[in-house]
């Protein structure tokens, strides 16, 4: 049984850091491609960051040299490390992953996600 439990969110001043952590379970990592997506309402959820199995890294433009995301195979751990945060980055940030690839951007290809952690920037 796949869980992926998200932390670290909160409420910051744009300018300053957060780093987001999804601990996952159930798994590894080999043959994934695990991410993170936000939503805010009434929006499409969207791609963030992700990264494969070879931990080659794909980023949205959005937040290309703002936000980092990495991942500790040992402790079965996803991070993203966000910088320089916008009010525009404030959302619902999902943890998930899809065996295989990560040529994938729609999350309707992710078929494991995490409850979310809240992040808001003002």
């Known amino acids: 049984h796949v869980q992926l439990v998200e932390s670290g969110g909160g409420s910051v001043r744009a300018g300053t850091s957060l780093t987001l952590t999804c601990v996952t379970s159930?798994?590894?990592?080999?043959?994934?491609?695990m991410g993170w997506f936000r939503q805010v309402p009434g929006k499409q959820r969207e791609k963030v960051a992700l990264i494969g199995s070879d931990r080659a890294t794909h980023y949205s433009q959005s937040v290309k040299g703002r936000f980092t995301i990495s991942k500790d195979s040992a402790k079965n751990t996803l991070y993203l490390r966000m910088s320089s945060l916008k009010p525009e980055d404030s959302a619902m940030y999902y943890c998930a992953s899809r065996v295989g690839s990560c040529v994938y951007d729609d999350y309707r290809r992710y078929d494991s996600w995490g409850q979310g952690t809240q992040v808001t920037v003002s």
């Open positions: 159930g798994y590894t990592d080999d043959g994934h491609c």
